[in-house]
């Protein structure tokens, strides 16, 4: 699969929009998953399918997609919401996946 | 709840081997593509193995093709990790994942076990 790019670090104030982008010359017939983690835990997975949010993830999270770019939106952020935040995609097999750098949301 | 627990991590030379281990319960493991996982110190997530829901069909990133083996037994549940000539550029936290099944998401993983060569 092709490299996945995100910016390495993105700053925000407690309450607005933080929008973090993935993208990929791929990316247009492409799913992408989006993962959250904390510093010493696993990832968990905030959204997949570009823009579905799994059980338990709060509304705040969304996803969208344009061409070969991928967004993550994190809507009213929280100051839990700084942490790392990861994009990923996979060939049409499903056999090789890939990972973005990883972007540092920094709420200010 | 899904649960997924790695272990087999540790301390290794240049060169030596290790297994790494991940029993996974409260889902039907035989249903489901698993992964490997790692994190270097500091780095993002890298990708390093796949393998079918049957174990029939496996793929490796480049960075550890032949030298690492991933397998697994759906009798006893459990996933495997075999890695081979170990690098110092091998040390990282290494996570058993499991395949969401839909986009090749990854949908649970483990609390992930630190191997230092």
């Known amino acids: 699969s092709s490299a996945l790019t995100q910016p390495p670090s993105v700053s925000v104030s407690p309450g607005q929009t933080a929008s973090i982008t993935c993208s990929g010359p791929a990316l247009s017939d492409r799913y992408v998953n989006w993962y959250q983690q904390r510093p010493g835990r696993a990832p968990v997975m905030v959204i997949y399918k570009d823009t579905e949010r799994p059980s338990g993830i709060p509304e705040r999270f969304s996803g969208s997609s344009s061409g070969t770019t991928v967004t993550l939106t994190i809507s009213g952020v929280l100051p839990e919401d700084e942490t790392d935040y990861y994009c990923?995609?996979?060939?049409?097999?499903?056999?090789?996946?890939?990972f973005g750098g990883g972007t540092k949301l920094t709420v200010l | 709840q899904v649960q997924l627990v790695e272990s087999g991590g540790g301390v290794v030379q240049p060169g030596r081997s290790l297994r790494l281990s991940c029993a996974a319960s409260e889902f039907i493991f035989s249903a489901y593509h698993m992964h490997w996982v790692r994190q270097g110190p500091g780095k993002g997530l890298e990708w390093l193995a796949f393998?079918?829901?049957?174990?029939?069909?496996?793929n490796y990133a480049d960075s550890v093709k032949g030298r690492f083996t991933i397998s697994r037994d759906n009798s006893r549940n459990t996933l495997t990790l075999q890695m081979d000539g170990l690098r110092v550029e091998d040390t990282a936290v290494y996570y058993c994942?499991?395949?969401?099944?839909?986009?090749?998401?990854?949908?649970?993983w483990g609390h992930g076990t630190t191997v230092s060569v």
């Open positions: 994942v499991k395949d969401d099944g839909i986009t090749s998401g990854l949908d649970a």
């Open positions: 393998i079918s829901y049957d174990g029939s069909d496996k």
């Open positions: 990923q995609s996979a060939d049409n097999s499903g056999r090789n996946l890939v």
